[in-house]
């Protein structure tokens, strides 16, 4: 999202903490003499922890996950955020994540990437895709770019770094092209899976338009891809096999928000993956994903339209149900996983200045450990935010 807007901050904050405030009480009396029917309706308070922006001026916050374990400079619970735009607010150029330790409320610069890497094909550009493993090895997606546009992008890789935010690994190759969206993983310790969506397959300049939408070219190439990960004692993981579980996704290129492609992908206790594609404003359901051994292309519909507005990042809750936060306004919407019922949904970004309000403010979004509420970002603002009941 290429937007930083610090201008009238003040005021802005006011009017969406009272437009919050009226919807909070809005949906205590309309739910006042029921159960509710889902997570959202439980979160009433929101809060900013701090601000993303690094020393270097590093910006636009787009992946947060949660430290499972202490290990080097993160201590367990921690929040990791990394940011997707440079001090010339050019997206595919942010090299830095930040450390926020919610029991001392302090930020800290993790681990600062070198803008340019030859092990990764076009350099650093940090994504959603990032992830801590129980091993403390940090992995995250990079999708690079010169210009701060597809014009100039690089295939990207998959970066390894250790608890101290040094890298120690780069994955790139034929199945790894601009790692996007936020991972989905199942951590055994000594043994990891990934899931990863891939958005820049044969991917053009934002100026090659179609002339039949107006819009950049839209084609169907992007994929999500399983990466099966050995974690040797002491030692770095190694990637020891690739599988493209999901084919077939939409993407195109984006002047504003540099591509649009599969972004949300949260998976199930029955290893069923939910997939997010924002172009065609869907959740859809890949089936086995864990052991499967060909593509479901893009899987079953769960859900698609009506209170979604472009889902992107995506998380699964203890109840069976995802939230989905929306690229083209500030809400998050709430889906059954078993039924495809969009059961609630609230504004957790309402920022005026937008139209739709919070209209390309969300991103990346994580649970907190006890689950009874979850880390965002406001890109807006530059802010990791925490909202809970």
Known sequence: MNKTRRQQAGSRQLIRAL??????????????????????????????LTSTVTDNGDLNPYAIV????????????????????????????????VDYRPSTKQTTLFAKLPQKLAQCPGGVGLTTAMTMLKSGWVIVGSTPSTDGTTATKGDGCVLVLDPNGQMVAAWSGPTINDPWGNMAVIDNGDTATLFISMAGFG?????????????????????????????????????????????????????DNFLLGPTGLALGPDHTLYVTDGLDNIITAIPDALDRTTSAGTGKVVTQGGLLNWPLA????????LLACNGKDGQLVEVDTVTGKQIYSQWIDSDQAQ??????????????PNGDGFYYVEDDMNTLMRAGK
Not at 20 to 46: I, Q, Y
Not at 314 to 321: D, K, L, R, W
């Open 19 to 48: 437009i919050a405030a009226v919807t909070v009480l809005c949906a205590s009396t309309a739910f006042a003499d029921k159960a509710p029917a889902g997570f959202l309706e439980t979160v009433h308070r929101h809060v900013t």
């Open 314 to 321: 995506m998380v699964y809750t203890s109840a069976g149900h």
């Open 66 to 97: 949660v430290a499972p374990v202490s290990a080097g400079k993160i201590v367990k619970d921690d929040v990791l955020v990394d940011n997707f735009n440079n001090l010339s607010n050019l997206q595919g150029t942010g090299t830095t994540i």
């Open 355 to 368: 139209s739709p309000p919070g209209n390309g403010d969300l991103f990346g979004i994580a649970m907190t």
């Open 203 to 255: 991917l053009q300049s934002p100026d090659v338009i179609d002339p039949a939408t107006k819009f950049p070219v839209r084609i169907k190439k992007a994929t999500v891809l399983r990466l099966q990960l050995q974690i040797p004692q002491g030692k770095p993981p190694v990637l020891v096999s690739q599988t493209v579980v999901g084919d077939g996704f939409s993407q195109r290129a984006d002047r």
